[in-house]
C-alpha cells in the first residue's frame, strides 16, 4: 500500500517535471524527433484505424498520426503538456488526461498504441503492459521505442565518482524487455537495439537538454558532504575522461525500438 501511494506520487513528479518542460521541450527534443521518425516504417498503412499515442507530450507525432489515421487520441500524465497539446496540434484529436498504469479505454478497443520514449518512466512497468495489451483489439500493434540500460553511461560513472546517489534513471535491460514484452498475451515480434552519441559543448549544455526534456526530477535530492556545487564541479571533472578530440562532450542514449503485437486468444 505504501509502496503503491510512493509509485503514485513519484508519477505525479514525473508528470510535473514535464509539464514545466511543455514550452521549451520541442526545441530541445533532438533524440525524440530522431527515434519517434524512426518508428515510422512500423506503421499500418491502413487508414481505417484507432491509434493511441501514448505518452503524447507536445503531440508532436500525434498531429502525424492524425494526418494519416482517422481516429486518433493523444494520452499523457502532465495536463501542462497536454494543454500545449490541445492549442498546436490537429483539431480532430482526443486528448486524455491520464496514467499508463490505468488507462481510461475500453478493453480491446485500439487497433495500434504508438508510444515514443515513454516506456522507460513506467514502474511498474508490468502493469502499464498488461494495460497496453487490455485495450489492443487482437492482433493489435504497440510500437514503441525506449531506452534502455547504457543509456547515459558516461553521466553515471562521473557521477559515481563523486557519491553514491541515484542521479539518473535505473533503464531496463533489453533482457528484461524481451522477459516482459513476450507473454501470453503479447510477443515481440521486431526489435532493433542502437547507441545514438548526442554531441554537447560541455556538460552544462547536456544537463539543460535534460531539464528541457523534463527529465530531471531524480536531480531533486539531499546532498550530503560536499555542497551541491562542488559536486557538480567534481562531476564534471570526470565527465573530461570521455571528451573528445574536437573538445565535444558525448552522451550516449541506447535506443531500444519495438513491434509487439497482442495475441489471439
Ligand atoms: C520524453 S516525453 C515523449 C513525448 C512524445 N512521445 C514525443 O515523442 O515527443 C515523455 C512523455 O511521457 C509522459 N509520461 C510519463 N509517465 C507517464 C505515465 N505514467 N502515463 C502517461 N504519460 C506519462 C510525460 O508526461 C511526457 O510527456
Not at 486528448?95 to 522507460?120: C, G, M, R, T
Not at 542521479?167 to 545514438?196: A, R, Y
Not at 547536456?206 to 528541457?212: P, S, T, V
Request: hydrophobic share 35%; aromatic share 10%.
Amino acid at each position: 500500500m505504501v509502496q503503491t501511494e510512493h509509485k503514485n506520487t513519484n508519477r505525479v513528479k514525473i508528470g510535473k517535471s514535464f509539464g514545466s518542460a511543455s514550452k521549451s521541450y520541442d526545441v530541445s527534443a533532438r533524440l525524440q524527433r530522431f527515434s519517434g521518425k524512426h518508428l515510422m516504417p512500423w506503421l499500418p498503412n491502413r487508414n481505417d484505424l484507432t491509434v493511441l499515442d501514448l505518452g503524447s507530450g507536445t503531440g508532436f507525432f500525434t498531429d502525424l498520426l492524425a494526418s494519416t489515421y482517422n481516429q486518433v487520441i493523444g494520452l499523457d500524465i502532465s495536463n501542462e503538456m497536454l494543454h500545449f497539446a490541445k492549442e498546436h496540434r490537429n483539431k480532430k484529436i482526443l486528448w486524455l488526461e491520464a496514467d499508463a498504469h490505468k488507462l481510461p479505454l475500453q478493453d480491446n478497443s485500439i487497433d495500434f498504441i504508438y508510444s515514443n520514449l515513454v516506456i522507460q518512466w513506467f514502474d511498474p512497468l508490468d502493469e502499464a503492459i498488461t494495460e497496453m495489451l487490455r485495450i489492443l483489439k487482437p492482433g493489435g500493434l504497440l510500437i514503441f521505442t525506449t531506452l534502455v540500460d547504457g543509456t547515459l553511461h558516461e553521466l553515471k560513472s562521473s557521477w559515481k565518482q563523486v557519491d553514491d546517489d541515484q542521479h539518473v534513471i535505473d533503464f531496463k535491460t533489453v533482457t528484461e524487455l524481451n522477459t516482459l514484452f513476450n507473454n501470453e498475451n503479447g510477443k515481440l515480434v521486431e526489435q532493433k537495439c542502437q547507441d545514438i552519441v548526442l554531441e554537447y559543448q560541455n556538460v552544462i549544455h547536456l544537463a539543460r537538454e535534460l531539464k528541457g526534456l523534463g527529465a530531471n526530477h531524480l536531480a531533486q535530492k539531499q546532498n550530503r558532504g560536499l555542497s551541491g556545487k562542488d559536486k557538480w564541479f567534481k562531476m564534471t571533472e570526470h565527465y573530461q575522461d570521455f571528451l573528445e578530440p574536437s573538445g565535444i562532450y558525448p552522451a550516449t542514449y541506447r535506443l531500444f525500438s519495438g513491434l509487439v503485437v497482442k495475441l489471439n486468444n
